[in-house]
């Protein structure tokens, strides 16, 4: 998680490498309308959506929700204290991180990069995640029909901020029909719920509970 502790920290100053197309904002939302084009997109203290079928760089904001649209596009998607989420058929190119926040995928959204945050529920609904989903206390739902590549990792917490997670039990269930391609490796207590129809890799560190049905 060493990537995602780092977010907050390297956050540039709004503006420092602004382009033409950019759009910056403090104390503001922004909002990229429905099939609108842009550079990055950023707030601090403010939400940051993204239209139906609108394209932008790198969608980002601290203290504040990432909203794209159905069968948006954004080469990144990040957020410090908000959450993410991604509307139908949304593409996002690289990765998407959130600290403190939740991530959502709806119906074929897409992800090509790596899917991450540390805590906050993760939830997929028939979407495809390309390089692996990690958390440190979030719960992660692979929903039915979803494909994920790379595995999942739960990684444990540090001493540092987020000391007071070490009281969570993340449950992590994967849902009829799903794929999860790679290793499952939980660095600490889970409980790990699999359907009998879907299909895994290797799991490390924890024990598999299978279901039958739509859910556990």
Do not use: C, Y
């Not at 503001?28 to 309308?33: I, N, R, S, Y």
């Not at 495809?128 to 039915?144: F, K, M, P, Q, R």
């Not at 979803?146 to 007071?164: A, N, Q, T, Y």
């Amino acid at each position: 998680m060493r990537r995602i502790l780092l977010a907050l920290a390297l956050f540039l100053p709004l503006a420092a490498v602004a382009t033409a197309n950019d759009v910056d904002k403090v104390n503001g939302d922004v909002h990229v309308a429905a099939g609108q084009h842009a550079g990055d997109v950023s707030s601090v203290n403010g939400a940051v959506d993204v239209g139906d079928r609108a394209v932008v760089g790198k969608a980002s904001t601290v203290n504040g929700s990432v909203d794209l649209g159905r069968q948006a596009q954004a080469g990144e998607v990040d957020t410090v204290n908000g959450g993410i989420r991604l509307g139908g058929g949304a593409h996002v190119s690289g990765k998407v991180e959130a600290v403190n926040g939740s991530i959502h995928l709806a119906r074929g959204a897409q992800v090509d990069g790596h899917l991450s945050n540390v805590n906050g529920t993760i939830a997929l609904d028939d979407a495809h995640v390309g390089s692996g989903i990690e958390t440190v206390a979030g719960d992660i739902t692979v929903g039915a029909d979803s494909h994920v590549e790379g595995g999942i990792l739960v990684d444990k917490p540090s001493h540092g901020w987020f000391h007071w997670s070490d009281s969570h039990k993340p449950v992590i269930v994967i849902g009829p029909h799903a794929v999860v391609r790679g290793t499952l490796e939980f660095r600490r207590k889970v409980v790990l719920k699999v359907s009998d129809s879907a299909q895994i890799g290797p799991v490390k560190g924890a024990t598999v509970e299978k279901f039958s049905g739509d859910t556990p």
